[in-house]
């Protein structure tokens, strides 16, 4: 193949390289524009260095995946295929659906916090799935419109570079612009590299915000979400920061709620298992597998009184009274030590210490028992609770003690408002969810069918078989964690700020 420079192939190869440099900088003020949307996705970093960190490592590396996605596709094509029509037509293509599969990823990230993936597959169908059903004429109206906008825009842009392509390589800012994207490249890298040494959160916990960016790792999705220890970080890389507190807010007023007159609800603790055994034989209870419980009792008891994770304990424990019980009497607690304040006679939900029963006492209506979990240096425990009256989906796997308040609310007493409203919990007899999350002891649980993730404060993770127990060695789920964190947070400040 003749490829002298008098050689039309030759010609022809250098004005298509020449004209792509100009097509892939008309896509990188494009891709720019869009991807911009990230920077809003998330909290804004809270120091001046992070936001100068958030700016340049969008400019660089926005328009680095941008270039590469032209040396890979468009480059090689005009070398192969040197005809400049169709190149420009190919290109327009190929520009379209990169540009399109970008701006899913921002609407997904922005809305779930997360960038598409395998393993966030069925989310990301049920979330589109949301938004076509609900006006589904005018959702295909505005996607299409969208991808006929671009397909314009790029063949305008190739088109144009093409028949003006003698005036621009005049320009001389191609060069300036280059050189300041490349010094943003390296001065990112240089301020990740530090900031990353020294447990600079600010500017770490960005890492997974741009897509085919940096891993994230447990220590920064935490970090990111506020659920690290900082200080104990901190006295490791000597580094002064603040941790976050883990306040508790919703919306007022409390939903009122119409109490069926039906028979009482009683949930029996006991501390002792053979206690519990005796207690399932007399009142002749039905077992129900696996329950998830923290170790730690006093995490247990809040989880089942409040309806929430022990991650709203500091904050809640100021005020005694459950949300879901402080606008009409709906909750009496009977000999838990540090809940004993929870007090109201005729309240349809009791919550008994299984020692203060008499051994001959029949209970009517809905009961629920279970014993508390043996101390361990584990965070959690499965066992089981035994029932009579309460229904529960056969496709859950694991159920955990605020569900079965949460259940007791929305179901039996047809509040599901009131639930909703002021709980974190899954209706276990109406909803087949096989997600759920917990905090306690400083340790994240999130659970998704039979595994079970532990991520501890430091950010070490562990991935375990609920029903089996051994440990399964698997990389981080990191859609299926930001989803845990999102839930977990439902009453945070900054949550319902966004």
């Known amino acids: 193949m003749n490829l002298t420079p008098q050689s039309p192939f030759s010609s022809k ?14 896509n990188i003020g494009l891709v720019l524009l869009i991807s911009s949307s990230y920077l809003f996705a998330d909290k804004a970093p809270s120091s001046l260095l992070g936001g100068f960190y958030m700016l340049i490592t969008w400019l660089s590396h926005t328009s680095f995946i941008t270039f590469s996605a032209f040396v890979l596709t468009v480059f090689p094509l005009s070398l192969i295929f040197p005809y400049p029509r169709h190149i420009r037509g190919m290109a327009a293509l190929i520009a379209t659906f990169g540009i399109s599969v970008l701006s899913l990823d921002a609407f997904v990230y922005f809305q779930l916090g997360y960038h598409i993936n395998l393993q966030s597959g069925p989310e990301i169908i049920s979330l589109l799935w949301s938004k076509f059903s609900g006006s589904p004429i005018i959702a295909c109206t505005l996607a299409l419109s969208f991808v006929v906008v671009v397909l314009i825009f790029e063949l305008l842009a190739g088109n144009r570079a093409w028949r003006h392509l003698a005036e621009l390589k005049s320009y001389k800012f191609p060069k300036y612009a280059s050189a300041i994207l490349v ?252 997600e759920g999350v917990n905090y306690t002891q400083g340790v994240l649980v999130a659970f998704k069918k039979d595994r079970i993730t532990l991520v501890s404060q430091d950010g070490s993770y562990k991935n375990l078989s609920g029903t089996e127990g051994f440990t399964i060695e698997q990389k981080l789920d990191i859609p299926f964690l930001i989803n845990s964190i999102k839930v977990l947070k439902k009453f945070s400040p900054e949550q319902n700020l966004r």
């Open 183 to 434: 010094s943003c490249f390296a001065a990112s890298h240089s301020i990740h590299i530090w900031a990353d040494a020294n447990a600079y959160f600010d500017i770490t916990k960005q890492d997974n915000v741009l897509p085919l960016s940096y891993p994230t790792t447990a220590k920064t999705l935490l970090a990111r979400h506020d659920l690290l220890d900082i200080k104990q970080y901190e006295q490791a890389h000597d580094i002064s920061l603040t941790q976050t507190q883990n306040l508790f807010t919703y919306s007022k007023p409390i939903p009122s709620c119409d109490v069926p007159d039906n028979a009482p609800i009683s949930i029996i603790v006991f501390e002792q298992t053979p206690d519990l055994d005796a207690f399932v034989n007399q009142q002749q209870l039905s077992p129900v597998k696996q329950l998830l419980q923290p170790t730690n009792h006093s995490d247990a008891l809040f989880n089942l009184i409040y309806g929430l994770p022990a991650f709203y304990k500091t904050a809640i424990m100021e005020n005694s009274m459950p949300a879901w019980s402080s606008a009409q009497p709906l909750l009496n607690v009977i000999g838990l030590d540090g809940f004993d304040d929870i007090k109201s006679d005729n309240a349809p939900v009791s919550i008994i210490n299984g020692s203060t029963l008499k051994s001959d006492k029949k209970i009517e209506g809905t009961i629920i028992a279970f014993s508390l979990a043996p101390q361990s240096s584990d965070a959690i425990h499965t066992s089981k609770f035994y029932s009579k009256g309460f229904k529960v989906s056969e496709a859950l796997i694991f159920k955990q003690l605020h569900d079965i308040t949460y259940t007791l609310v929305a179901s039996h007493l047809n509040c599901a408002q009131l639930a909703s409203h002021t709980m974190l919990g899954r209706d276990l007899k109406h909803i087949s969810s096989v």
């Open 13 to 26: 190869a250098s004005q298509l390289l020449s004209w792509g440099h100009w097509f892939t900088f008309a």
